[in-house]
Nanobody, 120 residues
């Protein structure tokens, strides 16, 4: 199983970025996590593949939107109103079986990270 994340970059505060993550197979759910320098990895958002239910961290609600393309087996993270505190390496991950999607311990596969830097 391969996951590939794309779309990171440098943006000014208030700007937008769109991340994407392509999977080689369909999963129960896929999620986004991020890790800032000196901090632990934290949950950002997740989407249940069948049905499209979504979950968000409180810190990104109303600013980030997770979606998926069933045909292309690709997950997206649209980020708007970005803040300097959103700066981190963003990882996509996939979980095979129904489980808690906000906890990284349940994810089976991880993609390489993509850097998001928000300047003030």
């Amino acid at each position: 199983v391969q996951l590939q994340a794309f779309g990171g970059g440098l943006v000014q505060a208030g700007g937008s970025l769109r991340l994407s993550c392509a999977a080689s197979v369909r999963m129960y759910a896929m999620g986004w996590f991020r890790q800032a320098p000196g901090k632990e990895r934290e949950f950002v958002a997740a989407i249940i593949w069948s049905g499209g239910g979504t979950y968000y961290a409180d810190s990104v609600k109303g600013r980030f939107t997770v979606s998926r393309d069933n045909v292309k087996k690709t997950m997206f993270l649209q980020m708007i109103s970005l803040k300097p505190e959103d700066t981190a390496i963003y990882f996509c991950a996939a979980v095979i079986k129904p489980s808690t999607v906000v906890n990284d311990r349940y994810y089976n596969y991880w993609g390489q990270g993509t850097q998001v830097t928000v300047s003030s």
